[in-house]
């Protein structure tokens, strides 16, 4: 959709630092306790095994999603002018508002589940909570278009070798 080696390599090292802030956050308040009283829990010292599985499943999709939305905006721009500067800024304000409200809705809703008697349960909305405000307002917000800004045009760099065995698929507008 993108034709670019670069973005897809941009938006899964930026999807990680997403998943590692919210394991970082699970470590400290649900292994180590920090918060204990205040979410209503006892640490046990552990992780439940299951929980960065499926967290990262969760958060990974999440994160590709925001980072489809931000990168939809900033092609359909680039397509028409050419200019990489004009396409990051204009996408991510073109892409801004809709990735923020769907993020502050499910920062809200996942949130809400630190309420719950099962501590399993409280990781996973505190886990989902923090990797989605983590990703809009650092990854998305600051990170993914400063590093589009720099790498310029190697944004759109694609082997030639690569164009001609890839499909062509054009996005509606």
Same mark, same amino acid.
Do not use: C
């Given at each position: ?24 956050? +699970? $470590?400290? /308040? ?7 009283? &205040?979410?209503?829990?006892? *640490?046990? @010292?552990?992780?439940? !095994? ?55 809705? +499910? $920062?809200? /809703? ?7 008697? &099962?501590?399993?349960?409280? *990781?996973? @909305?505190?886990?989902? !909570? ?44």
């Amino acid at each position: 959709m993108f034709r670019s080696v670069i973005l897809p390599l941009k938006a899964v090292v930026l999807n990680v630092l997403s998943i590692l802030a919210s394991y970082g956050a +699970l $470590v400290f /308040v649900f292994q180590q306790g920090h918060f204990s009283g &205040v979410l209503n829990f006892e *640490a046990m @010292g552990v992780i439940e !095994a299951t929980l960065p599985i499926l967290l990262f499943a969760i958060i990974f999709g999440l994160s590709m999603d925001y980072e489809i939305f931000l990168l939809s905006r900033v092609a359909e721009v680039y397509e028409r002018t050419g200019d990489n500067v004009a396409s990051v800024a204009e996408g991510l304000q073109r892409s801004g508002l809709i990735i923020t409200g769907a993020a502050s809705i +499910l $920062v809200i /809703v996942a949130a809400s589940f630190v309420l719950a008697d &099962v501590v399993v349960v409280k *990781a996973i @909305g505190l886990g989902l !909570a923090i990797a989605v405000f983590v990703d809009v307002t650092l990854v998305r917000a600051l990170v993914a278009p400063a590093i589009m800004r720099i790498a310029g045009p190697w944004n759109w760099w694609l082997p030639a070798w690569l164009d001609r065995i890839l499909p062509q698929v054009k996005h509606d507008a």
